[in-house]
């Protein structure tokens, strides 16, 4: 999200301030938030794919400084594309009795929807606020592209807006299998 960042995309920080009031109104609601940050030991296998980048203990693998992590969130990191690739993961989930995650951030078609079609599924539901998220479109239609795969999967596309009105799961909302 920042310029001097190894895979920075300019239309990232376009989502930092959405995610920051996004943030401020889930946790005045009380709702968890779970940041998943790409942390990458020197030999990750994503590296045959991409350049280097979100080292352990480099700046580059920090949270950019309007979103760090404030008291009570959870922070968890992954080493690959899908957050339910770290085995605490769906642990942590359970415990907290989550059965809907709501995603905001980036990319769209890299990280988010595979954090979103691996929650699918393992039956959770699926939220994902589309003015918080943003694709990097190697190829023109990436990120459409992904949102049109989210859909079709069973996501809900939503906004911050919506999402922080009613970021708790309904009765009728399905149930773990
Ligand atoms: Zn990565």
Redesign the pocket.
């Known amino acids: 999200m920042t310029p001097t960042g190894k ?1 920075y995309f300019p239309t990232g920080q376009n989502i930092i301030k959405p995610l920051v009031r996004l943030k401020e109104s889930i946790r005045g609601l009380g709702v968890p938030v779970l940041y998943v940050n ?1 942390t ?1 030991p020197e030999n ?1 296998e ?1 590296f045959s794919a ?1 350049p280097p ?2 080292l352990v203990g480099s700046w580059g693998a920090s949270v950019v400084e309007e979103l760090s992590p404030q008291s009570g969130d959870l922070v968890l990191h992954k080493d ?2 899908s957050f339910f690739s770290t085995p605490v993961a769906e642990h942590l989930l359970r415990g907290f009795g989550v059965t809907h995650l709501y995603l905001a951030g980036v990319a769209t078609e890299y990280c988010v929807m595979a954090c979103a079609l691996d929650a699918m599924a393992r039956g959770y539901v699926v939220t994902v606020a589309q003015d918080a998220i943003s694709s990097v479109d190697i190829n023109e239609c990436d990120g459409e592209q992904a949102l049109a795969d989210m859909l079709q999967a069973g996501v809900i596309l939503s906004d911050c807006a919506t999402v922080s009105r009613n970021p708790v799961a309904r009765p009728n909302e399905r149930p773990f299998p």
């Open positions: 895979l790409d990458h990750s994503e991409w980048h979100c690959s594309l």
